[in-house]
């Protein structure tokens, strides 16, 4: 209905009134980028508050010059007096807010990604169920996307604000017979112009007759900020300069500086400071007065004429609107006491400055830790980005769905800022603080075990274990692990790899091991030493091959065993030797020397005065188809590696050291003795190992004595004065002039002293070990060596083959053995020797299941005891010549027939009869045949 007792008429529509209604007063409060709040006193016989409440209500207002104003809004709050007379009317109170502010009781928390804000505000009107019709948006400026902008623990309303704030946009509304409208827009100078678009001025507003008009005008100026600093700081791009300021045209600097300024472009830092510059400066000049012009409305231009010195444009920032429809003088509840009144008062400031909102609106601040859960792609065990960092769903996130979307990229702190990198597994509960207490800013800080995802190990069963575990992905099939455990007395380090493990170090990498080691390879192993590689145990080295065990080397390879080497192969045995093939067993170089000595000595101790200066020849001249057979194999003399080389020379002072016996051997005409000898020394100056046994002494003893020579293995360095001999004891006397040589210890272990007379022995020299040599072959063996090949034992040598025997020497081959050798052969024997000089301190056996072959250009062999060859099939010997001579007797035995021969005669044996055929006679001496 329309009560209009006053110059301004009023018609409301009130939800849930019935009645009579009467309209006492209006008030109302506008404010750019607030709320607006209209008070509405009515009295009405009937009105239904719960229907009220929430409703739209309108009020329509016209005054005497024709002005039309029309107010609407939500119902939110509703007062009432009571009364006890059922006829009279009921006074109320009615609050009108905008329809949008209802988001104020939307509260809660809620993740925008990838928006800008004008569009995460038209989202969030959108989900409140707001229609488009309510708003009209008018901006001129671009807005970035925000990557990440979180809703924290604030009302919908607040969280819109505060965005709009941040901007600088700002809202009004607009009134209109279909409701109200909020109005967004970035540029103030634009607003719409009220009607009347222009206002007079007047001193009192008792002179403004009938006639809208503007009194009591205030302006003043304040002092404010004339510069804007901003800065921030980009991850991805840590180097980047993001420093950003805007400069009013003021000499005074009054420097506002904001850090950080929530950007991550340069050219977003220079938009927001110059936003910011407009918001500290956008009341520098302002103005307030009263109107009575009701249509007036904050958000809207209007300008001022007839005032001395403000005239000009004007953009209206808030408007407080009072209108007394009635007079009323008795004070009441819900009264507005006074005589009928209209008045505005309202601010401004001059359109030529530009408005923004000023930030008022609080930000949301996280005080302390949150925990939050990592999440990623369905299926996948682990997820992060090239920069490590992951996403997470907060666990009051209800729009989430534990995906790739739940959040912004999250970094993740590691544990120490050596290069750690250890990405957290989607499912785990992590905990995770914010930069600046910035919602929109998370950091992961590390992980939270929970029964879903417990500790790796069992507590507080393993307590005193500490480490890092991590699955394998995808599937947790294993898992790798560093582990501590610290118990008292069980303390242990632990490391697993599920897969490989890889340990590079760019320098030495050392490692210690007090009690054992052990290692557990299942396939196999692998490795490259690019210089030397040096391995020393002190106690037992057993090796196991299950298969095959093959070495390749390069240059040379040198094995030294103190004591006995025994071989045992099962298969067959191939050895081939492209030039010298030298077997040094015990100190063979030591015994080779005293073996060439002492013959040399035997043979030539009566010549000594004779000259040296054939000694070369004779040394050299009988084995010089063997040395020259060594040649082909071993190369040229220049070729040839110390010693050596010495052997094809004129300059090897070994020659003059004994050229002298040898050289008497060699005018005597006993070439197969001075053959051996070089042969001997040939093996010994080649191997570099011509060395005395006993220290430096005299080629030969003083006085009327000779040279003395230590035992082999086990004997000790002769005396001075006699001729030494292979077993000569410890302390044997060599003359009358000559002491008692130095004890020997073990296989040539130290010469003894010197000789009597004219020269003196040196001090002893070191040997080596006691040289047992056997060698088992449960297969077949072959032996190829193209030029030499040296046996030189200190005690017995023994060869068991469990099937043939075959050796090829091209040039020579000497066996110096201070024991016995023993052949065993399981089936047959065939060795081609081109000069082969033998020499056993005990007896020579050669036994074969099958043949036995042997093929000697020349021999000689010189065997302290027995010398037996015995073959199950058919057995051969062939030489150049051949000639046998034994100290006790010589037996030839094939099948039941034998040929005996000893110092007694010769007694042949057939088993069946005896033949003897000569092509021209048969000579006897005596020349018969006496009966047996």
Known sequence: MSDSPSAVSVTASIPGQRGDLVVHALRGEEEVSRRFVFELDLSTTELAPEEARGGFAHVVLEDAFGQVREVSGVVDRLDVVATDDPAQLVRYRLTLVPQPWLLAYRYGFRIFQALSVPDIVKAVFKDAGLEDKLFRWSLEGAYPQREYCVQYDESEWDFVCRLLEEEGIWFAFEHSADGHVMVLSDASESAEVMEPDALPFRYDASLGGDAVAVWDWRSGVR?????????????????????????????????????????????????????????????????????????????????????????????????????????????????????????????????????????????????????????????????????????????????????????????????????????????????????????????????????????????????????????????????????????????????????????????????????????????????????????????????????????????????????????????????????????????????????????????????????????????????????????????????????????????????????????????????????????????????????????????????????????????????????????????????????????????????GGGGGGGGGGGGGGGGGGPGTWGTTVEGSVTEKIGALAVINAVTGVSFAVGGDSTETVGAARIELINGGKNEQVGIAKLETVGAYMVKVAKALAIDAKGAVAINVASQTQDITGGHSITAGAAGMVTAANLKLEASGKITLTCGASEVVIDSSGVAIKGALGVTIEGTSEIKMHPPAIMPG
Request: hydrophobic share 35%; with cysteine; aromatic share 4%.
């Open 223 to 751: 002092a404010s900020i004339s510069k804007v600093s901003l800065d921030d700081y980009d991850m991805l791009n840590p180097s980047k300069k993001l420093a950003a300021d805007q400069l009013a045209e003021d000499s005074v600097q009054a420097e506002w500086y904001e850090y950080p300024g929530r950007y991550t472009q340069p050219a977003d830092g220079k938009r927001l400071a110059k936003r910011r510059l407009e918001e500290l400066r956008g009341r520098r000049k302002s103005a307030r007065a009263r109107t009575n012009a009701m249509t007036l409305a904050a958000g809207r231009r209007v300008s001022l004429v007839g005032h001395p010195f403000a005239d000009g444009e004007y953009f209206i920032t808030a408007s407080r609107l009072h209108l007394r429809f009635h007079g009323q003088q008795e004070p009441g509840p819900l009264v507005d006491t006074g005589a009928a009144h209209c008045e505005v008062d309202f601010d401004v400031v001059p359109s030529s400055q530009v408005f923004r909102p000023r930030r008022e609106t609080p930000r949301p601040r996280i005080q302390g830790l949150q925990t939050a859960r990592v999440t990623g792609p369905s299926g996948q065990e682990l997820h992060c980005d090239e920069h490590g960092r992951v996403k997470v769903q907060f666990h009051w996130d209800r729009d989430g769905m534990l995906d790739d979307k739940s959040s912004c990229w999250v970094r993740v702190t590691q544990a120490h800022t050596t290069g750690s990198v250890m990405i957290p597994r989607i499912g785990w509960e992590v905990l995770i603080e914010f930069v600046e207490g910035d919602p929109d800013r998370p950091v992961c800080l590390g992980r939270l075990y929970n029964p879903l995802n417990p500790p790796d190990y069992s507590l507080p069963a393993q307590k005193t274990v500490s480490g890092h575990r991590s699955n394998s992905s995808p599937g947790a099939g294993g898992s790798n692990e560093v582990s501590f455990d610290d118990s008292a007395d069980s303390q242990r380090v632990y490391v697993n790899g599920a897969y490989d493990i890889n340990i590079k170090a760019a320098n030495d990498k050392s490692a210690k091991v007090a009690v054992n080691q052990k290692r557990t390879i299942g396939t196999n192993r692998e490795m490259s030493v690019g210089a030397n590689e040096k391995m020393a145990v002190k106690g037992l080295h057993n090796a196991s091959v299950g298969k095959d065990h093959k070495v390749t080397v390069g240059a040379n390879r040198a094995v030294k065993v103190s004591g006995i080497i025994g071989e045992e192969i099962t298969g067959a045995v191939t050895l081939k030797v492209g030039g010298l093939e030298n077997m040094q067993v015990g100190n063979p170089a030591q015994g080779l020397l005293e073996s060439i000595e002492s013959l040399a000595l035997e043979a030539a101790t009566a010549l000594a005065g004779k000259a040296a200066s054939r000694a070369e020849a004779a040394l050299l001249g009988p084995l010089m188809p063997g040395l020259n057979a060594a040649r082909e194999a071993l190369g040229t003399a220049a070729e040839l590696a110390g010693p050596a080389a010495a052997l094809f020379g004129g300059d090897n002072t070994a020659v003059a050291v004994f050229g002298s016996e040898v050289g008497q051997l060699a005018e005597d005409g006993n070439l197969s003795l001075s053959n051996v000898m070089a042969s001997g020394m040939a093996q010994a100056v080649s191997s570099g190992a011509l060395t005395r046994g006993g220290g430096g002494a005299s080629p030969r003893g003083g006085g009327t004595g000779g040279q003395g020579f230590g035992g082999f293995g086990g004997g000790s360095g002769g005396g001075g004065g006699a001729s030494g001999s292979w077993d000569a004891p410890a302390t044997e006397n060599a003359g009358s002039d000559g002491g008692s040589g130095g004890g020997g210890v073990g296989g040539g272990g130290g010469g």
